[in-house]
């Protein structure tokens, strides 16, 4: 039951959610539609517009046109009037049997007189508009083209109108009127609807339907008049789409009813429903052959790792399947043997080390008896008054007890520098007074801990390999200070130097700073084991920043620089 409800839920937001997104997808793509088709009426109206404003300006270039105008007032029944007049019509008439979109031209002079040419044989020659206003509008449009729209019984009448002026004196002469071909219009919307776009309608500035009989609501066309979009009427339950047109300043509307608009939604949500229907049935019955087949196995392993013995040795299962079961089986199995086999290790393991322990108390007495003789060298020599055999047997025993005397691996900087000073006795006595030791250590980094024997092997270094090879006296030079946030430390021996390619080989070792450098056998490798001993500890305790910089020059000098932190922690170091 859970299972099922579990499937169930999911299929239901899945298809709450396709029914919502298909829904929007048919919005917008029959918003982006219906735009496309208006947006082409649009551009077909406004070259039929432009054309008809073309038809008018080619009319206004025809001299018998003002012949006649200019001369009514003379004698218009005069033959050359009348022959005149009848030019005008034939031209007129071939205008309008041209082209499809003229019903009737008109020309009207000042005494209202009136030369009209119709595409019907209607021998009617008077128009539906009222002279008056279509003069006043003209003259408000100040000699350019104006449109006027006429509503009759059946239809409305659309009408380009403009004034003729004199071309001498630029008076008004005449106005010239257009008929638009209704049918021609009506074409330019229904020659673009489909199934979906239907009902395309053309309504004025005045709120006058030209063309459909969509009669657009006042307050809903004062919010679409003079823009382009589409709205969803929840209250009429269609969407509208809208363009307007600057010249003339027309709207194209269309409607879509939500039955027509979700019609392909509803038919996705019923199938929708469906479908999650037969697959809650389908996942029920397939989930309870599954949990069936996954239950028994776990069982069978489960009962195993239950049955774990006393001496922590686990028993195998027998899953004799082809799947992943058998493969976590077969896993199992092999891991309860190397279980078994590593309880037996560690077995052995508590008794070596129970071994070891003992073998370590016995080697804590060997420094011990070490010390003890060594302090019997010392007072058989001082009984002796031999006092460099004394000093060095002293600073051999202090030298012992900072290597292997203590437990803390970390020690003060003035502690390191004690012990070298010992360590400079020793060689002192060895090279007969050769080696001439200075020291300078700034108060305030004595009590900084750095790990023991840090400093004492580059000390070594520049006794064995500059100042041993060095005729003369050698001096060595030791130094720590505080920069900032770190403590520099510089060993500097006036010994025979590194040559550049030596110097270079020595330092692509440091840069390698890993236990590989230590490996080397060549004679490089040999000199420099102490050195790079000491860079792999600095970037060991304090990072990969941190490491031993070398500066050298042959036959001249060595120079030693060792950075380390003022403030890292080292605590988990001095754990180990």
Known sequence: MLLGVQITIPLILIGLLSYIISTNILEVSSIEHSRNILNSIKFNIMDYTNNIELISQSILYEKKIYTVLNNEQNDRYSLYNYEAADEIHNIFKKLIFTRNEVQAITLISNNQNYYVSKKSNDNNNNISLNYNDVLKKARDNQGKAVWILEKNQTSSVVFLARLIYNQDTFTEIGLLVIELQHEYLESLCSELTNNDIRNISITSDDNVNIVGNEVLDHSFFDTIKGKNGSILDKNNKKLTSFVSISNPNWILTTSVSFNSLYAGAVVLRNWIIILSLISVILAILLSLFIATDFITPINTLATAMSNISDDGSIPGVDLQRKDEFGLLGRKFNSMASEINLLVKWVYKERITRREAELKALQAQINPHFLFN?????????????????????????????????????????LEEFNNIKNYINIMEVRFENRISFIESLSPDVCDVKIPKLLIQPLVENAVYHGIEKKRGKGVILLKAKQEGDLVVIEIIDNGRGIGAEELEILRERLELASDETIKFSDDIGRKSIGIENVNRRLKLFYGDDFGLQIVSKAGCYTKFIVRVSLTQNLEPEAKT
């Open 373 to 413: 003789t060594l302090e019997s060298i010392n007072w058989m020599a001082q009984m002796s008054k031999i006092p460099f055999i004394s000093q060095m047997v002293t600073s051999l025993a202090s030298i012992l007890d900072a290597n292997i005397g203590r437990d803390n691996k970390l020690i003060t900087i």
